[in-house]
């Protein structure tokens, strides 16, 4: 009977736990709270080839070799024995506000990991209440900063996060959500300013359902020392709403990797 090379069995085992984690990640949906959607074929990809290489790994199990355990596994171990045994949680919405608010308009079309139809606007004024969703959320919000005093008026729904800052007034809430372009890594948050007399009945990163009217305010930004003007809902309706399983929204326009 040929004895097993117990170094090539812990290999062996590192291999297999990350191909497992890997599909459970990707089995459960997990793996969203990682990565952008469109990145989700890549780790597939990956997964793929951690079971290739376990598949050949166990051939040499019985490797005649004789070498003492490497204490390099642990390297390996460790963050997989952490991403078994810790739930997921993706990025949290008191890690992302950390690194500030997009309140502005941002220019994408020299960004390599937007589309060349970045520039492609959408007319969002069609609609009578535009329900501002997960999929248009980053893209439609930022519509509406390039051009203000067009939507001023225009109602609109969306649905996020409660956030302020220590300079915001007694009324003003951020309506926030984590926009995610590539990764967990690069997420920040993104939202629009809202105006309501009750705001202080809501904490922070309580998620409600806001409905109301465009308008246009000044707001000053204390990260970049600079005021500009910034689109306010003037709150109608505000309504509490359950955290989503997948908390992140992504750009329309993002190309991915293959781009």
Request: aromatic fraction near 16%.
């Amino acid at each position: 009977m040929k004895k097993i090379n117990w170094n090539e069995c812990c290999w062996f085992l590192i291999l297999l736990g990350f191909s497992v984690y890997l599909y459970h990640l990707l089995y459960s949906g997990e793996i969203l709270y990682f990565v952008h959607p469109r990145s989700v074929k890549f780790t597939t990809l990956t997964m793929l080839a951690f079971f290739v290489l376990t598949i050949f790994q166990v051939k040499r199990l019985s490797d005649t070799s004789r070498r003492p355990v490497k204490w390099g596994y642990l390297l390996f171990l460790l963050p997989l024995l952490t991403g078994a045994l810790v739930a997921p949680k993706g990025i949290t919405e008191e890690i992302a506000v950390t690194r500030g608010i997009t309140v502005a308009a941002q220019d994408r079309s020299g960004f390599s990991l937007f589309s060349p139809d970045t520039n492609r606007r959408i007319d969002y004024t069609r609609y009578e209440v535009l329900e501002i969703d997960d999929v248009f959320f980053d893209d439609a919000l930022n519509e509406i900063r390039n051009d203000i005093p067009r939507y001023i008026g225009q109602k609109v729904s969306l649905y996020g996060f409660v956030f302020r800052q220590d300079h915001f007034d007694e009324q003003t809430l951020f309506i926030s959500r984590l926009l995610i372009v590539c990764c967990a890594a690069d997420s920040l948050i993104t939202g629009i300013l809202a105006d309501y007399e009750g705001a202080d009945a809501f904490e922070d990163y309580t998620w409600v359902q806001v409905t109301g009217v465009i308008d246009q305010t000044t707001y000053y930004d204390p990260w970049v020392d600079k005021t500009y003007e910034a689109p306010v809902v003037r709150v109608e309706t505000i309504e509490l709403r359950e955290k989503p399983d997948v908390p992140y929204v992504y750009p329309r326009n993002y190309a991915g990797p293959e781009h």
